[in-house]
């Protein structure tokens, strides 16, 4: 669902929050007025709600470098601890994901 919502918004960004249940992401939540820009996505905290569902966020590159960008990890450092990133051609092997500090992070996809 993130890598169809990713080529959708192509060749702006795409960016959400992730939920969790019992240790497993269980659901995307896009972000209102998530603004979807050719260089970056713009997240406004102050309108999501008080949830400690909310375990990390999701966003797409329109580039093929799955990397944090400085700008990434700082916006990491603020919300949740796993970051997904979805990079060109939003594939199966294209998306990586991210602890706080911008260091890979081993996430096992259950589906
Ligand atoms: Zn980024």
Redesign the pocket.
Known sequence: MILEASSESYPN?FGAILRAEEGIVSEILLVPGTIGGES??IFRLYMLPIDFSVVGTV?S?PSPSPL??P??VEFFQRLGQVHI?AAYPYDEVSWRAWDREGKPYALEVVD
Request: net charge negative; charged share 30%; hydrophobic share 20%.
């Open positions: 960004e970056h996505a966003h590159h944090p960008s700008e990434d990133i």
